[in-house]
Nanobody, 124 residues
Framework: QVQLVESGGGLVQAGGSLRLSCAAS????????MGWFRQAPGKEREFVAF????????HYAGSLKGRFTINRENAKNTLYLQMNSLKPEDTAVYYC?????????????????WGQGTQVTVSS
């Protein structure tokens, strides 16, 4: 089992940047493939990005590729999401999630563990 805690959210103006972190504890972090998801008010949770256990493979939601970057530091048990050129429509609660299966996965239901989320608000 792994415990996940997100941080780094906040209020930022459109065009700005934020870096989210997800600290993991418990079972060996490098055992898990990781994902970032987000959920805006009144909307379903949506996939943002995926990273393989070793960091060699990443996958992004099509609309976000080029603005968001996912990476991980297994030695620090930490996952990151660098978000640039933020837009008001990026406003949401952002969650990190973990799963043991090593396949690329964009479906939230296929992830086993979740953090509590961190709020990102982008003002226009």
């Amino acid at each position: 089992q792994v415990q996940l805690v997100e941080s780094g959210g906040g209020l930022v103006q459109a065009g700005g940047s934020l870096r989210l972190s997800c600290a993991a504890s418990g079972r060996t972090f490098s055992s898990y493939t990781m994902g970032w998801f987000r959920q805006a008010p009144g909307k379903e949770r949506e996939f943002v990005a995926f990273i393989s256990w070793d960091g060699d493979s990443t996958h992004y939601a099509g609309s976000l590729k080029g603005r968001f970057t996912i990476n991980r530091e297994n030695a620090k048990n930490t996952l990151y999401l660098q978000m640039n050129s933020l837009k008001p429509e990026d406003t949401a609660v952002y969650y990190c999630a973990a799963r043991l299966n090593r396949r690329v996965e964009v479906r939230a239901a296929e992830y086993d563990y979740w953090g509590q989320g961190t709020q990102v608000t982008v003002s226009s």
